[in-house]
Nanobody, 127 residues
Framework: QVQLVESGGGLVQAGGSLRLSCVTS????????MGWFRQAPGKEREFVAA????????YYGEFVKGRFTISRDNAKTKVYLQMNSLKAEDTAVYYCAAGPEVRGSEVAGNPRMYDYWGQGTQGTVSS
């Protein structure tokens, strides 16, 4: 059974940082396109960031504005999301997801193109 497990969430003050990690048991991780999404209470799931299998292509949601960085380590089958300058509105459950390789922010940001999802990790930013 394919698993994606997120970690690194927690409580942080506004202006602080969190580093989320997602480890996967997928044998094809090194060729997977990986994404991060988030969902706040009462809101739809929102695209945060995505990265190609090689790490050469990456995409971010419009709200990120240079505050977040996605990266991956194929040898460790992990993908990371470094979040800096956090705001109260960044409070959400953060999910990692795996799917086929794509190009373009519109496609990368579409949750329907991802086949596998983790259970999520809560990130809370206090103002």
């Amino acid at each position: 059974q394919v698993q994606l497990v997120e970690s690194g969430g927690g409580l942080v003050q506004a202006g602080g940082s969190l580093r989320l990690s997602c480890v996967t048991s997928r044998r094809t991780f090194s060729s997977d396109f990986m994404g991060w999404f988030r969902q706040a209470p009462g809101k739809e799931r929102e695209f945060v960031a995505a990265i190609s299998w090689s790490g050469a292509y990456f995409y971010y949601g419009e709200f990120v504005k240079g505050r977040f960085t996605i990266s991956r380590d194929n040898a460790k089958t992990k993908v990371y999301l470094q979040m800096n300058s956090l705001k109260a509105e960044d409070t959400a459950v953060y999910y990692c997801a795996a799917g086929p390789e794509v190009r373009g922010s519109e496609v990368a940001g579409n949750p329907r193109m991802y086949d596998y999802w983790g259970q999520g990790t809560q990130g809370t930013v206090s103002s």
